[in-house]
């Protein structure tokens, strides 16, 4: 009885869930764009997440002209899916609506190769990438031991070797790009204006202004401080309250 309502209460809010999702399209092909806004975030409160629904999600913010939440959200759908080419061309489209033009600094050498080649997937598919090349690890294993030719014997025995390098490849990468997914703190400026201050208090210059839409890497966390930098390797503190986390 008990799994029969677990059953019924989890197909509920997957309904309701779905739901939202249409009716914020609903409201977007109309035009309606608050209306849509609200259907999309009653989903998000709902802990459904998806790609799809911070794309949805940055269309609307963008269309009502607010910068730095139609970032945000592209962000957050490039997040669940790094492949995506629709919310990443988006987003520079929104990026060009920001004050701000701070040049970033490509990153040069062998992490950068080997950046660009674990970040080819997330680090969930490199993870099953790996569990597929170990099953079929598995099966020349099965054809090797039953094989009866010695041609075949070592077809299959070569095969082995070189699906153990590509497990040993998959899985460094997805242990590459885990590191990589928790150390890395991506933030988007929410403040119309935010002044960066060379230590974490009030009071003195500031070392710098920064405008709503803006992307930071949050460093270090002191109290209602954030130690950020930004693509163009600048640092500086900004109240937490001026910035919204991405991840």
Do not use: C
């Amino acid at each position: 009885m008990k799994n029969i309502i677990y059953i019924l209460l989890l197909s509920t809010q997957v309904f309701f869930a779905q739901n939202g999702f249409e009716k914020g399209n609903t409201y977007y092909e109309k035009g309606k764009y608050e209306e849509a806004v609200t259907a999309y975030e009653s989903v998000l409160k709902d802990n459904k997440h998806s790609s799809e629904l911070y794309f949805n999600l940055g269309n609307a913010y963008y269309k009502l002209n607010k910068v730095a939440p139609s970032i945000y959200n592209y962000e957050k759908a490039l997040v669940l899916n790094p492949n995506d080419s629709d919310s990443g061309n988006n987003l520079k489209f929104a990026q060009k609506r920001t004050i701000d033009e701070i040049k970033i600094i490509p990153k040069v050498g062998f992490g950068k190769l080997v950046r660009d080649f674990t970040g080819i997937y997330h680090y969930n598919t490199w993870a099953w990438i790996s569990v597929g090349i170990a099953t079929s690890f598995l099966l020349f294993f099965l054809g090797y031991y039953f094989s009866h030719t010695t041609v075949s014997k070592r077809i299959f025995f070569f095969g082995m070797f070189v699906l153990i390098f590509l497990i040993l490849i998959s899985v460094s990468s997805a242990i590459f790009e885990k590191s990589h997914y928790d150390t890395e703190k991506p933030a988007i400026v929410f403040a119309e204006i935010a002044e960066v201050k060379s230590e974490p208090r009030n009071g003195g210059p500031a070392l710098f202004v920064l405008h709503e839409g803006t992307k930071v890497y949050v460093e270090e966390i002191i109290g209602k401080w954030k130690k950020v930098q930004l693509t163009d390797g600048t640092e500086g503190w900004i109240e937490s309250s001026a910035i919204k986390e991405v991840k």
